[in-house]
């Protein structure tokens, strides 16, 4: 048996330029951004469709079901936190119903300038949505 456990990885400061983009529309959800975690050198970037939650209601910070899946499969894999980055199609997690396509389209030009800086040596889609939007059109 393992001796997994989560925990919560540094998060990737959201670039200043970048910290009130509104284009996606979920700026409305009173949610900050979330560019980012684990390693941002790795050489290895896991894209999911949102960052999920990392507080609780009042604040606290814990590790998510989002979280705690890639985490266990690193772990299980042999790799380590300094392997990974973790970054998403939206940037902000949805808490009531708005514009998929449309959000998802928006937020892409993020994904485009992270891979143009992190230039990372695997990357892996997690999931339907980041398969389906990441595939969508041709990348950077």
């Known amino acids: 048996m393992s001796d997994f456990c989560p925990v919560i ?5 959201t670039p200043g330029d970048q910290k009130a983009c509104r284009d996606c529309g979920l700026y409305k ?8 975690e684990g390693n941002p050198e790795a050489p290895i970037l896991v894209l999911l469709d949102n960052p999920g939650a990392r507080e609780d209601r ?3 910070p814990f590790v998510c079901g989002t ?3 890639p985490q266990q ?19 902000r997690k949805p808490f009531r119903a708005y514009d998929k396509d ?12 992270q891979l ?4 990372p040596s695997l990357l892996v889609c997690l999931g339907n ?6 595939f969508s059109k041709p990348r950077c």
């Open 73 to 91: 499969a690193a772990d299980q894999a042999g790799l380590f936190m300094d392997n990974i980055y973790i970054t998403y199609i939206l940037k």
């Open 129 to 134: 949505v980041a398969v389906q939007s990441f």
């Open 9 to 13: 990885w540094p998060e990737e400061p």
């Open 67 to 69: 979280r705690q899946t």
């Open 58 to 60: 009042d604040g606290n």
């Open 29 to 36: 959800h009173g949610r900050r951004m979330v560019w980012g």
């Open 116 to 119: 143009l800086a992190k230039k």
């Open 102 to 113: 449309h959000a998802r389209n928006a937020c892409m030009m993020h994904l485009d300038q």
